[in-house]
């Protein structure tokens, strides 16, 4: 009654599927493998904090071309004429 066997492994797939969806599983399994991370970084005492040797190896970022070079905002429209609303004798 353990998950050795791949039918039972692809049954709780699908439950997993039915109970919360599609669009959430990969948000749900990003985090608990960041939280698991997290639980062993700080069971074993490292952290993550870049070093000088590593902040000097990153490449710097690029400027953004000044707003001149950039086009002109297209003009704005005007809003669409209402039609007139015709009376249609019932009350």
């Known amino acids: 009654?353990?998950?050795?066997?791949?039918?039972?492994?692809?049954?709780?797939?699908?439950?997993?599927?039915?109970?919360?969806?599609?669009?959430?599983?990969?948000e749900i399994g990003r985090s608990l493998g960041s939280g698991m991370r997290e639980f062993?970084?700080?069971?074993?005492?490292?952290?993550?904090?870049?070093?000088?040797?590593?902040?000097?190896?990153?490449?710097?970022?690029?400027?953004?071309p000044p707003a001149a070079a950039q086009a002109p905002p297209a003009a704005p429209q005007a809003p669409p004429a209402q039609s007139p609303v015709e009376p249609t004798g019932h009350a």
């Open 40 to 64: 062993k970084d700080s069971i074993t005492g490292e952290s993550k904090q870049p070093t000088l040797t590593q902040a000097v190896q990153q490449p710097e970022a690029t400027p953004a």
């Open 1 to 26: 009654m353990g998950l050795d066997n791949p039918l039972h492994i692809a049954f709780l797939v699908v439950i997993l599927l039915l109970v919360f969806g599609a669009r959430r599983l990969p």
